[in-house]
Nanobody, 127 residues
Framework: QVRPVESGGGSVQGGGSLRLTCQLS????????MGWFRQAPGKEREGVAA????????WYADSVKGRFTISRDNTKGTLYLQMNSLRPEDSAMYFC????????????????????WGQGTQVTVSS
């Protein structure tokens, strides 16, 4: 399995929390860089967070800094996104993505930096 598989989306009231999980390829070659993206209706897909192969470095979009935390468990081949203090503007389809190449500060947020994509999981935050 190379294609990531997401789970954990749902509906929550503003201020609430959700944890997204992504099951990745067992082969570490395909998951050197891992990321979460989101896309709301009528908007472009945007990078939310990314994490390097060892998990030591993370990148976040300004809009989620201090509220979201990305992490990975390489022993399980799993990626997580803990989302706290959710806001209605966080509502979107969330996608897990993985890459054969390493993350860089300059391009972690770009869709073209990732080759493998999940089908997405919906997150809806009500006010």
């Amino acid at each position: 399995q190379v294609r990531p598989v997401e789970s954990g989306g749902g509906s929550v009231q503003g201020g609430g929390s959700l944890r997204l999980t992504c099951q990745l390829s067992e082969d570490s070659y395909f998951r050197r860089c891992m990321g979460w993206f989101r896309q709301a209706p009528g908007k472009e897909r945007e990078g939310v967070a990314a994490i390097n192969s060892g998990g030591e470095t993370q990148w976040y979009a300004d809009s989620v800094k201090g509220r979201f935390t990305i992490s990975r468990d390489n022993t399980k081949g799993t990626l997580y996104l803990q989302m706290n203090s959710l806001r209605p503007e966080d509502s979107a389809m969330y996608f897990c993505a993985s890459s054969r190449t390493y993350c860089y500060t300059s391009d972690w947020h770009l869709s073209q930096s990732f080759q493998y994509w999940g089908q997405g999981t919906q997150v809806t935050v009500s006010s």
